[in-house]
């Protein structure tokens, strides 16, 4: 329960410099960029374990200019990338962020890498809808596991205190907007305060709570979450009572192949690589290289809400660098056949129609389609053919507290809160209000940059 109180009378039980809520990204990040500036951060987490959407993630993170990038040839910029971001965004996206975190995204991969030994390489054999340049940064398991637990070793090795299985529940404020400290609940029901110089929060966005999903993303409401469900929207609600200013709370993430009934996540190199989707008829149905977020809901809209990923054996060859799409093929999702006929019976789609959306995209390869895709000349599918059932699911929410280019928590009659800051999940991000303004990465990029500025913002309090 997210609540706000006035501090007169409070005796903490304990005082820290800085207190950070969520141990994901944004807040793992935001504690070892304050350690690095010499201040004791404290970060409370709800779940035993630290995880977070981070976990589930694909820990991928866009950046342009790195030295990865040089490394492979890939020429880039942040002035291309804050334009590949704003685009995406339909211009919505606050500019003075989008340009913050495209100019700190590369120096921030860097950071990582050199300061707590992340091995980032940059995936340069597909690239991500709407980027203009081969930008992603990952670790070798391409997994958003490898990336938290890095983080967590990094911050214990720096001795910061990660106090998990503890629930923020209720803000203390004085009348300005000053947050003095938190009241933690302990999953034996023990509560304890903990009085702060500076609140960062990192709780991230309100996917696991069903009713604010209904309320300001109702296309979603009945999809599958596939986010953390720790993430009940504390940070929007206490924002709400604080009186702070709110963004893009209809903007998210979602996500148009996650394979049914596996639930994991198959990687949209499956589609950009030359794939394409279809529904139980054996139909298209979009254009699938416009992004994986704004098929979502493409994929509900088909019948039962579900659809199949239709590509070929070296496609899966490149998709199998990532962790989930290795767990998927041994858990029995991807289907292979020699033929399409093969392939369509043991889906259970019409061959002939089938057959006919493939005799299309071939006969206008290098053209935009039906949809207004244009399937590359030089990557038709051959045999042998593969298919995976998937449906769409909501993974994160992109609304959120307002913040400035230093994370502060802005109030609704203007200006900061003197001492709150807010990254990732918790704070807007740089997409819009509509799904289809999701670019690939949008959210780490802002859980690592925005974590980062936090930190260190909040350390020069
Ligand atoms: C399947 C999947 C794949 C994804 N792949 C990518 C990708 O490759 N690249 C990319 O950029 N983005 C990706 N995303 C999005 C990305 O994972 C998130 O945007 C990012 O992890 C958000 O980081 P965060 O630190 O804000 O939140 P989280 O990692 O979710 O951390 C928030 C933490 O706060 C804790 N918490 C919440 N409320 C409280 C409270 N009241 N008290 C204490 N603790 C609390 C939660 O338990 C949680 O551990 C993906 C998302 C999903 C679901």
Redesign the pocket.
Known sequence: M?RVQESEDVDFDSEVPLLI?????????AALAANEEGIDAVV????AA?????????????AAGTRFQRAQGIEDSPKLFAEDIARKAHGEADVKLVQTVARDAGPTVEWLADTFDMPFDVIADFNYPGHSAHR?H?LPSRS?AEL?DRLRSAAEARDIPILTG????TLFADDDGFIEGVE?AARDGTRETIGCGALVL????Y?GNPALVKQFIPEMADALY???????G??VLWGEVLGAKLASLSGY?G?GS?ATPHNI?ITWAAIMEGGFQVNREGRRFANESLGYSEAAADVLRQPDGIAFDIFDARIAGIARQFE?FKNAEKGGALIMADTLDELAARIGVPTDVLKAELAEIDATRGQADRFGRTFATDKALGAPYCAIKITG?L??TQGGLAIDTQTRVLKQRGGPFPNLFA????AV?VSGTKASGYL????????TVF?RIAGTSAAKL
């Open positions: 997210s809520i969520g141990a994901g990204a944004a807040g793992l990040i409370v987490e709800r779940e630290v995880s977070g959407s981070t976990a589930l993630s694909a820990g991928l993170i866009p992603m990952g958003g938290i503890r629930v923020a529940e933690v990192a709780c991230n966005g996917g596939f986010g953390h469900p720790g993430n009940q504390d940070a993430q996500h996650v996540l989930d699911a993974f994160h990254a990732g999940g918790a991000g690939s990465g949008n959210g780490l990029l802002t859980a974590g």
